[in-house]
């Protein structure tokens, strides 16, 4: 399976949960406790066993355009379009 | 074993698109106009036409769309945008030039100019919002709203005897000659979500080829004046949604299919 992560940009997010919801290894989880700037509970990556696979499904629901997506790919196939 | 050539990298797979600012949006949580715009923004990246893309915005929550999208923008009164981007299409030919409307800008007070470029066939693009609502004024019933669906004017529910039925707009649309395209998605999960990408795909194509007027229609969340959680906001598009708006392909003409098959 193939590995990455994500950076979630805080001062966009407005809590909305929808990243949390679909996320297929559920490891984003709710900041509950704590609000951003805006006064929103963040959403915040919990993945202590690298889980995130970069599927970046996280960040085709997140209306907030919150989400960057990395993955981890062979060099030899980097030239070719990876979204 | 890893060789030195398979090495990983960590590569950047999904970022902020160009066509977005990164001017943080009004729009309330969970929000899917949010989605729309992202959709939208990518497109435009894809199809690298940004630097000649025109928006013309509506009233309604998404007002301030021309701060959202990294292009050129103006601003139409009520319900007028199709008027406004036949004008600005008629006169700037190469621009590649679309409204972004809501229900109540598109199905009530602009309805006569959506049904009119259409009929002219004018060669622009609209990306439709239905939220079964009017959302910047406080959750009032639209043409869209479901029978029986409570808003702040219809609170026991629309009674349809009253208030008649709901409008399916694209059905409508693609009724017309001048229509090349007219298809409704949703933005209720993410499978649907992708396919409503690639419909907006098609659309601005058919304006980059000239093919006339190309409408997608995307069924969209107000989390707020349906008063229910973002989540329950999508589960509320599929359940009462989509089976009162069906997910079709209403019109596709034949120069269309003949862009789509490449030839
Ligand atoms: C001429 C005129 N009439 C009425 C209004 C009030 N008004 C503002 S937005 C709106 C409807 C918004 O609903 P919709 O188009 O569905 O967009 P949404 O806010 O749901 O995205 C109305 C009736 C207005 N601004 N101008
Ligand atoms: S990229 Fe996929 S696995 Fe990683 S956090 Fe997002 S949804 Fe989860
Ligand atoms: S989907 Fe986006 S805005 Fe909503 S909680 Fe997740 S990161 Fe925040
Ligand atoms: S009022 Fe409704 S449509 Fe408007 S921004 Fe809020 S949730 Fe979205």
Known sequence: MATGTIVINEIRCKGCTLCTTVCPQDIIHMDTGRVNEKGYTPAILVDPDQRCTGCAICAVICPDVCITVYRDIPASKLHRNVA | ?263
């Open chain 2, 1 to 263: 074993m890893v060789t030195l050539q398979d090495e990983l990298v960590r590569t950047v797979v999904y970022e902020h698109p160009k066509a977005l600012t990164e001017v943080p949006t009004h729009y309330c949580p969970g929000c899917t106009h949010g989605i729309a715009h992202r959709l939208v923004a990518e497109v435009i990246d894809e199809l690298d036409i940004r630097e000649h893309t025109v928006v013309v915005v509506p009233v309604g929550c998404a007002v301030f769309a021309y701060d959202y999208f990294n292009l050129d923008g103006v601003e139409a009164p009520h319900g007028r945008a199709p008027a406004m981007a036949t004008g600005i299409k008629r006169s700037l030919r190469d621009r590649i030039v679309f409204t972004y409307q809501g229900d109540g800008d598109l199905a009530a007070i602009g309805t006569a100019e959506i049904i009119h470029a259409a009929a002219r066939g004018e060669n622009i693009t609209t990306v439709f919002i239905n939220n079964a609502i009017y959302g910047m004024t406080g959750g009032q019933m639209a043409p869209t709203t479901l029978p029986g669906q409570q808003t702040t004017s219809s609170p026991r529910g629309r009674d349809i005897r009253l208030a008649g039925n709901p409008l399916r707009i694209t059905e409508l649309l693609a009724q017309i000659d001048g229509t090349c395209y007219a298809v409704r998605r949703s933005l209720h999960s993410v499978r649907e979500i992708r396919r409503a990408k690639k419909a907006l795909m098609t659309a601005f194509r058919t304006q980059v080829n000239g093919l006339g007027f190309s409408i997608v229609e995307l069924l969209s969340s107000c989390p707020t004046n349906w008063g229910i959680t973002p989540p329950d906001s999508l589960k509320w598009i599929e359940d009462n949604m989509v089976p009162f708006y069906p997910l079709n392909d209403f019109k596709v003409s034949d120069s269309v299919l003949t862009m789509e098959s490449g030839a």
